[in-house]
C-alpha cells in the first residue's frame, strides 16, 4: 500500500493516519536558512517546521539565490524503515539513506537552492511494503511581489458586439489616486505593477458616443501571480433622431431642429442632402452628445420666404434611462436607442 499526503506548512501529517497501517512514531521535516517575512518585509535565519507549523510568527519564504538545508527524520516502532528519499519537484532523488534489512530511525538532509520567492511545499508518500519514505520538495510560487497582479479589461459595444476604442477606463486602489487610460484598437486596456489592495474599476465613453459609466470593484489581496481579465459590454447613447419632408417648394436650408425640457434647449442639425426616400435626417443636439433622460418637445421652426405649414407643430419624446438597470451602471444617464421624433412636413405655399 502507497499513502501518500501533501503537505503545506502543516496542512496534514502522517499523525492522522492509523498505526495500524503506518507503524511509524516520529517524523519531521524541516528547512533552515536564511527567510523573508512577506508580512514585515524582514529577513531572518530560521528553521520551518514543514509538517506542523510551529514556527516563528510570520509568513516566511525563500529568498531568491540562498542555500537552504532541507532535514528530514523518520523514527517507527518497527524495524521495517528501508529507505528515506529526498526528491525535487520533479521526482529526482537529490539524497537518501537506506537500510536493506530495516531499521527503526533513518535520516537524511541536504542543501537546497531557491531560484525564487517560494513558500515551502513538500508531499510525502510512504511505501508498506517496502518501507520506503519519499519526501518531495515542491515550491508553492511566486509569492508577494509587487509587479505580478495586473487587470487587463477589455471594453465592447452592445450595438455592434465590436472592440470599443477610446473609452476611459479609470483603475483605483482604496486609498490611492486614480490611474486612467484609454482602450486601444482592440477595445483592451491594461494596468500592470499592481500592488495588493482593493480596486474599483470605472469604465465609459465619452464625447459625442457617450455611454453608461460602469463600476467594478475587485479584490487583488493574493500574494500569489493575479492575472485579473475582464469585459466589459458598455452600450452607447443616442441623440434624438426624425425626418423631414418638404412640399410646396419649401428648401431645407431655412429648416431648423429644437429640443426643450424645462429650461434646457438643443439646437440639433439637419442633413442638406435628402435620404433615398427624399426625406432629411435631423439630429438633436447637433453636437451629437446624448441628451438627458426625459421627455423633450421637439420642433422645427422655418426662416424661409412664404406662408409656412409645419405638421405636428411638436411632438413630445421621451429619452428613457438605460443606465438606471445592470449592475454597476452609473451616470451620465441616456438612451441605448434612438429616441424616435417621428416625421415632420414643411409646406410652403
Same mark, same amino acid.
Given at each position: 500500500? $502507497?499513502? /501518500?499526503? +501533501?503537505?503545506?506548512? %502543516?496542512?496534514? !501529517? =502522517? @499523525?492522522?493516519?492509523? &498505526?495500524?497501517?503506518?507503524?511509524?512514531?516520529?517524523?519531521?521535516?524541516?528547512?533552515?536558512?536564511?527567510?523573508?517575512?512577506?508580512?514585515?518585509?524582514?529577513?531572518?535565519?530560521?528553521?520551518?517546521?514543514?509538517?506542523?507549523?510551529?514556527?516563528?510568527?510570520?509568513?516566511?519564504?525563500?529568498?531568491?539565490?540562498?542555500?537552504?538545508?532541507?532535514?528530514?527524520?523518520?523514527?517507527?516502532?518497527?524495524?521495517?524503515?528501508?529507505?528515506?528519499?529526498?526528491?525535487?519537484?520533479?521526482?529526482?532523488? $537529490?539524497? /537518501?539513506? +537506506?537500510?536493506?534489512? %530495516?531499521?527503526? !530511525? =533513518? @535520516?537524511?538532509?541536504? &542543501?537546497?537552492?531557491?531560484?525564487?520567492?517560494?513558500?515551502?511545499?513538500?508531499?510525502?508518500?510512504?511505501?508498506?511494503?517496502?518501507?520506503?519514505?519519499?519526501?518531495?520538495?515542491?515550491?508553492?510560487?511566486?509569492?508577494?511581489?509587487?509587479?505580478?497582479?495586473?487587470?487587463?479589461?477589455?471594453?465592447?459595444?452592445?450595438?455592434?458586439?465590436?472592440?470599443?476604442?477610446?473609452?476611459?477606463?479609470?483603475?483605483?486602489?482604496?486609498?490611492?489616486?486614480?490611474?486612467?487610460?484609454?482602450?486601444?484598437?482592440?477595445?483592451?486596456?491594461?494596468?500592470?505593477?499592481?500592488?495588493?489592495?482593493?480596486?474599483?474599476?470605472?469604465?465609459?465613453?465619452?464625447?459625442?458616443?457617450?455611454?453608461?459609466?460602469?463600476?467594478?470593484?475587485?479584490?487583488?489581496?493574493?500574494?500569489?501571480?493575479?492575472?485579473?481579465?475582464?469585459?466589459?459590454?458598455?452600450?452607447?447613447?443616442?441623440?434624438?433622431?426624425?425626418?423631414?419632408?418638404?412640399?410646396?417648394?419649401?428648401?431645407?436650408?431655412?429648416?431648423?431642429?429644437?429640443?426643450?425640457?424645462?429650461?434646457?434647449?438643443?439646437?440639433?442639425?439637419?442633413?442638406?442632402?435628402?435620404?433615398?426616400?427624399?426625406?432629411?435626417?435631423?439630429?438633436?443636439?447637433?453636437?451629437?452628445?446624448?441628451?438627458?433622460?426625459?421627455?423633450?418637445?421637439?420642433?422645427?421652426?422655418?426662416?424661409?420666404?412664404?406662408?409656412?405649414?409645419?405638421?405636428?407643430?411638436?411632438?413630445?419624446?421621451?429619452?428613457?434611462?438605460?443606465?438606471?438597470?445592470?449592475?454597476?451602471?452609473?451616470?451620465?444617464?441616456?438612451?441605448?436607442?434612438?429616441?424616435?421624433?417621428?416625421?415632420?412636413?414643411?409646406?410652403?405655399?
Amino acid at each position: 500500500m $502507497i499513502l /501518500s499526503i +501533501t503537505c503545506l506548512i %502543516g496542512l496534514m !501529517s =502522517l @499523525s492522522s493516519v492509523s &498505526a495500524d497501517f503506518i507503524p511509524i512514531q516520529s517524523f519531521s521535516v524541516t528547512a533552515s536558512g536564511l527567510h523573508r517575512d512577506v508580512n514585515s518585509g524582514t529577513n531572518q535565519q530560521v528553521t520551518l517546521d514543514l509538517i506542523y507549523d510551529q514556527n516563528p510568527t510570520g509568513d516566511w519564504h525563500t529568498i531568491s539565490g540562498q542555500s537552504y538545508t532541507v532535514a528530514a527524520n523518520f523514527t517507527s516502532s518497527q524495524a521495517t524503515l528501508k529507505g528515506l528519499y529526498l526528491q525535487d519537484v520533479n521526482g529526482n532523488t $537529490i539524497a /537518501s539513506a +537506506t537500510s536493506q534489512t %530495516g531499521t527503526t !530511525s =533513518l @535520516s537524511v538532509n541536504t &542543501a537546497i537552492t531557491s531560484s525564487t520567492n517560494c513558500k515551502w511545499h513538500i508531499e510525502l508518500e510512504y511505501d508498506h511494503k517496502t518501507g520506503e519514505v519519499k519526501v518531495k520538495v515542491v515550491w508553492d510560487c511566486p509569492v508577494d511581489n509587487t509587479g505580478q497582479r495586473a487587470v487587463d479589461v477589455t471594453v465592447l459595444n452592445e450595438a455592434t458586439g465590436n472592440p470599443w476604442s477610446g473609452c476611459t477606463v479609470i483603475l483605483q486602489k482604496t486609498g490611492g489616486s486614480p490611474v486612467s487610460t484609454q482602450t486601444d484598437a482592440q477595445g483592451k486596456a491594461n494596468f500592470n505593477n499592481l500592488a495588493r489592495g482593493e480596486y474599483t474599476c470605472t469604465v465609459y465613453k465619452g464625447g459625442s458616443m457617450a455611454s453608461c459609466k460602469m463600476v467594478r470593484n475587485y479584490s487583488l489581496n493574493t500574494k500569489r501571480k493575479t492575472q485579473l481579465h475582464d469585459t466589459y459590454v458598455i452600450s452607447q447613447h443616442y441623440s434624438i433622431q426624425g425626418k423631414i419632408a418638404l412640399a410646396g417648394g419649401a428648401s431645407i436650408s431655412y429648416a431648423q431642429a429644437h429640443a426643450q425640457k424645462g429650461s434646457t434647449n438643443l439646437n440639433g442639425i439637419i442633413n442638406q442632402t435628402p435620404d433615398g426616400d427624399g426625406k432629411y435626417l435631423f439630429i438633436i443636439p447637433g453636437a451629437g452628445a446624448a441628451p438627458d433622460p426625459g421627455d423633450w418637445t421637439v420642433t422645427i421652426t422655418y426662416s424661409g420666404p412664404g406662408t409656412i405649414t409645419i405638421n405636428p407643430t411638436s411632438r413630445t419624446v421621451t429619452v428613457p434611462n438605460n443606465c438606471s438597470t445592470g449592475a454597476g451602471a452609473q451616470s451620465p444617464y441616456g438612451s441605448h436607442s434612438i429616441p424616435d421624433a417621428g416625421l415632420f412636413t414643411i409646406t410652403r405655399s
